[in-house]
């Protein structure tokens, strides 16, 4: 799920570095986004539906969770679709996201592909009632997109700031978890300070941990 791309988070009270600084960080998340969306145009096909379920189902954050927050995938992105499926079946409630105006994210429950609709942008969203941006709160594990992840969870997004946002609103302890390609882990991602960190990447090859730290 893409997020509108390269703007800042309106909402955060988090003093920023001098804009001489902030404006470097910008300008190298721009690059390594730039960079990552090349490399997903130049192998589109990758996108790994099974194993992404295999692996996060193999977590026990994940198989067992009661209600979980993930998303539909675009092109390009690592294939949620049997995830989405397999967890609706076991009984999970997911909550997709809902693109507001604002780039913050309401919430609705998956009923299954069929009841998708196109919202902004084209995303696919829940066609069902809006349960509010504060749905998330009473999940037990987030699973957002990303475009690449750094060894002690920093994540880079689209630069929307939307996921950055959400996560907010979660209790503390809550498992978060990037879902990525296998050369999008341990990169070096520049940091801002609205940027939130994610406890953990799922890829095919399975889960990987980050340092355990007060998120």
């Not at 996201?97 to 780039?103: A, S």
């Not at 299954?112 to 009473?138: H, S, Y």
């Not at 880079?156 to 390609?181: E, I, K, M, Q, W």
Request: glycine share 8%; charged share 25%; with cysteine.
């Amino acid at each position: 799920m893409p997020e509108p791309t390269d703007q800042s988070d309106p909402t955060s009270p988090i003093q920023g570095p001098a804009p001489e600084v902030a404006e470097r960080l910008r300008a190298a998340k721009s690059a390594l986004r730039a960079a990552i969306l090349d490399r997903r145009r130049a192998a589109p096909t990758q996108r790994d539906g099974a194993a992404i379920a295999d692996a996060a189902l193999a977590s026990p954050a994940v198989r067992d969770a009661a209600a979980i927050a993930c998303y539909v995938a675009t092109a390009g992105e690592p294939d949620t679709g049997p995830l989405l499926d397999r967890l609706r079946a076991a009984g999970c409630r997911v909550l997709l996201p809902v693109l507001l105006p604002d780039n913050d994210l309401d919430w609705g429950v998956y009923e299954g592909a069929d009841a998708l609709r196109p919202g902004r942008f084209e995303l696919l969203e829940p066609a069902g009632p809006r349960l509010g941006p504060d749905a998330i709160a009473a999940v037990d594990a987030v699973l957002v997109p990303g475009l690449a992840v750094s060894a002690d969870g920093h994540r880079l997004g689209r630069g929307g700031g939307s996921y950055d946002r959400a996560l907010t609103r979660l209790p503390a302890g809550a498992f978060t978890a990037v879902v990525l390609r296998r050369d999008e882990v341990g990169l070096d991602v520049p940091v801002e300070p609205h940027d939130r960190p994610v406890r953990a990447a799922i890829t095919p090859d399975g889960v990987r941990l980050f340092p355990t730290a007060d998120r």
